[in-house]
């Protein structure tokens, strides 16, 4: 029974120093210790040794147990070490690799250049208005001196919730509102950024876009007054040379009225030659608030004067920035937004 005792012991433990990995060790385990074991199944044979052989047997049996323990357990932390050291050795990190950046995102070109319209005019004292963008009627047309036969209110031409509530066409109707919200004949002088709604769609024109307004009234302003802010603020935004052209036209608000032009270059580049050519081109509606439009508003025209202006914020964009569709604005394409 000795004899076979270490045999059994050597065989365990050449199994358990050949074992390379923890299920392995973990089958030799039960292969000599487990309940239906090697080792289990000589200590069961027991009952048939002598009474002085049964303590001798059973104190080596005890050892061998014990010697297996020992080795399981020192193999097994062997081959956990082992595993340890070759996952550090293959997921190394390397912490002089550069890290990957944040991908940041910026403003887009419509904001930028509504921003840089409003920071023109916030530094000639105007403050920032705000107006719903589902209108009524009437201070979308009647406050602003339409008549009632004016195409703009049209059908065709506008979107209509009902017969007397529309998405608002320009943002002229928060002329009519500051001034309903002010005492009569109290000076005003704001801007009022938003977007405005109109049936076309093609190149040059979206059903929705961004208009900046602009209103200020005061006693005695006259035509220069609104030229010299126009001039300045064309100035401030394509250039201080840029040439600024006042042309007569009609808007029903304003009177007498003018469309704005600048002279803006073009650069064309035919097969390795630049050619530039000079355009001018309509960025802005303007005039002097018509006196039966102050009058509507509660201002009496015999005591206060002013100027309006309007102008399309992708018109603006489309012209500092060389862009020639103006779907491009709403397409979200990364590729045309990371150029800005
Ligand atoms: N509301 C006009 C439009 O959308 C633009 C405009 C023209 C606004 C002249 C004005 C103005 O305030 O005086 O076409």
Redesign the pocket.
Known sequence: MKAEMEALRQRACAQISAATDEPTLQQVRVTFLGKKGELTAILRGMKDLTAQERPVIGALANTVRAELETQLASRLAELKAQALAARLATERLDITLPGKPARRGHLHPLTRVNRLIQDVFMKMGYTVADGPEIESDYYNFQC?NFPPDHPARDMQDSFYITDSILLR????PV?ARTMQAHEPNTPIRIISPGK?FRWDYDATHSPVFH?V???LIDRQIAFSDLKGTIEHFCREIFGADTKVRFRA?F?P??EP???VDILFRTRHTRGGAVDTQDNWLEI????M?HPNVLRLNGYDPDVMNG??????VERIAMLLYGIDDLRLFYENDLRFLAQF
């Open positions: 602003l066409t320009h943002t002229s002329q405005v208009q307004e602009g209103l036209s808007f608000f304003t009225s003018a469309e802005l509606g303007c005039g608030v100027f309006a202006f309007g102008m399309g």
